[in-house]
Structure formats: C-alpha cells, structure tokens
C-alpha cells in the first residue's frame, strides 16, 4: 500500500506513462536525446505544479493558525534550546523560500525574541517546510525525506544555538532592533476566511515559484538526457571526495526554492552523483541563496551575516558527508 501512494499518487508513475503514450502519438522517438528530455520536462513540470497546488493550499490552511503575531507569542514562552526548536519548527509552516523568510524573521527580531532564536527559524524555513517533506517523498523515498528533514531541522537549531553562544546580539542592525513591533491580535479567522487564505497563497506562491520551476526542470532534463554519466559520477559521484564541498559552493550563488531545486536533484542522483552530494546541493540553493543574502545584509552586521553563512556552510557540508556514508544502508 505505501509502494503504492509513493509510486502512484506522490510520484504519480501513472502521468508519467500518459505524458509518454502522448508524445509517441504524435511521433516522438522516446529513446531518443531530445524525446526522453520532453517527456521529462512535461512530466516533472506538470507532476510539481499539482503537488504544488496541493501542499500550498493545505498548508496555507494550516498556517493560518499560525500568524506572525501568534507565532511571536509562542516564541516568547519559551527560552535556551527548547526556544529554537520551537522556532524550527514553526519555520516548517512558513513561507517557501528565504527571501520570503526574511521579514518575518526581521519582524521576530524586532519583537525582541533573541537572535538566535530567530535565526532557527531563518535556516528552518526555506530549507526543510512541510511542503519539502511531500515532494522529497515522491521522488527520493520517505527514508530519505525523514532523515533529510531532520537533520535539516538540527542544523536550524544547532546554527541558532551557536548563534545564541557568540551573543551577537549587537550585530542585528539598529533600524531592526528599535522598530518595536506590537504584537497585534488579529480576528479570529472562519472557515471561508481560511480557506480564501489558502486559495490565495497557491495563486501568489505558483505565480513567484513557477518560473524556478521550469528552469529547475529544463536543467535537469538536460542533465538527465544530455551530459554524459560518467562526468556527472566522476564529479559529483564516490570517487571525489570533495564533491559535497563543491556542490555546496556551486548552489550558494544560485537562486530556486526547494521546488525548483528538486528535479536538479533528481537528475544528478541519476546520472551517478552521491544521495549526499545532492542534498548538499538543495540545502545550499534553497537555504544560502545569493539573493537572500542580500537582503540579509541589510538586516544584520557583516560579523553575524558571515557567521550565519559558515554556520550553514559547514553544517550543510557535514550533513552532505553523512548522506554519503549512510547512502548504502538507506538504499
């Protein structure tokens, strides 16, 4: 039963073999460079968007009980480490990318929640959302999801932890520090109201994600049907050890979230690069994109943005080599 909701409903195998009859129909050679590549394309981009729409739409509903204003209340309960993985957690539940992680993780600041705390929240949330869990799932197994999750959430804390130690409070710039947000109570939202919520969030997240997801599919289309194996397994595969430093740096620069990402992903693991090599690659687009950075830079000092970026950095790079020795046993 659970081979069957990972193949068929998560992985959607039955599309798949739809999207191929189809191209046969109208005389594409599916054997071939270009036609394996459109059955790829079609089939991940249309297989992403349903599941997209699905899992913005369902936790959106959930998100909707949890506001900024009720999530800084909750925060505030709580201190030490028990503080960030409480904040990891709620980073699960919230926006899809870091950009989009940022002003809320401005607005706990602002709030007076320690900085640490805030910064769980900041690594959680793009890298390891609900939405993740699903999608990792449909592709990659639930083993893999599980552990990828998890130890995407012990980065979170154990980043905002060390973040905490340093006591880098000062180096949050002054404008964030002084805004002195109120926590405000909103109305209590109906049924209707969440639901219009959640309607809304899909439209605006499809509309933002979409264009990450057709260029995350077109690369690993080109990746799954036109670069040699053997270049791909050489590089990124056992016999370089130093593939997860490099799939690391080469994903900081890049801008996708996790869904965007994903099909990357998907081609590399095929073409022969390690599960661990991979998954460092994901962490590091969705998590340190360049973008992001920038925004962040005008939040916080150069001190804590460079240790925020190590922090992650390393801890990505650690959990990449760990993939790479578990990958045996998983598989």
């Not at 949890?66 to 201190?79: C, G, T």
């Not at 926006?95 to 900041?122: E, N």
């Not at 409070?169 to 109305?187: L, P, R, S, T, W």
Request: proline fraction near 4%; hydrophobic fraction near 50%; include cysteine.
């Amino acid at each position: 039963m659970w081979l069957f909701i990972q193949e068929q409903i998560l992985g959607m195998k039955w599309l798949n073999e739809i999207i191929g009859r189809l191209l046969s129909i109208v005389g594409v050679n599916l054997t071939s460079r270009l036609g394996g590549s459109l059955q790829f394309f079609f089939y991940d981009v249309i297989k992403i968007t349903i599941l997209l729409c699905i899992l913005i739409f369902s936790i959106s509903y959930i998100q909707s009980y949890f506001p900024p204003e009720r999530s800084r209340k909750i925060l505030s309960h709580y201190d030490g480490i028990v503080a960030n993985i409480i904040s990891a957690l709620l980073g699960t539940v919230t926006p899809f990318c870091s950009c989009s992680s940022i002003p809320l993780f401005m607005g706990f600041t602002s709030a007076g929640l320690p900085v640490g705390v805030t910064f769980s929240f900041l690594i959680s949330s793009p890298m390891v959302d609900l939405g993740s869990l699903v999608l990792l799932m449909s592709i990659f197994g639930s083993k893999i999801a599980i552990i990828y999750v998890v130890l995407g959430l012990v980065i979170a804390v154990i980043g905002g932890s060390i973040i905490e130690k340093l006591g880098m409070e000062d180096y949050v710039e002054d404008f964030v520090k002084n805004a002195h947000m109120q926590i405000v109570e909103k109305e209590k939202l109906t049924y209707k109201d969440r639901l219009d919520f959640a309607k809304e969030q899909v439209a605006d997240t499809v509309k933002k994600v979409f264009p990450y997801i057709l260029v995350g599919v077109g690369i690993g289309a080109v990746i799954h049907n036109w670069i040699p194996e053997n270049w791909v397994s050489g590089t990124l595969g056992s016999n370089n050890p130093l593939g997860v430093i490099l799939a690391t740096l080469i994903g900081i620069p890049m801008y996708a979230d996790i869904f965007g990402s994903i099909p990357v992903a998907e081609a590399l693991l095929s073409k022969g690069a390690q599960l661990g090599t991979v998954l460092s690659f994901m962490m590091a687009v969705t998590t340190l994109s360049l973008p992001s950075i920038i925004m962040l830079k005008r939040a916080v000092k150069p001190r804590l943005l460079i240790a925020f970026i190590i922090i992650c950095t390393v801890g990505i790079i650690l959990v990449g080599y760990l993939f790479n020795i578990l990958q045996n046993f998983i598989f």
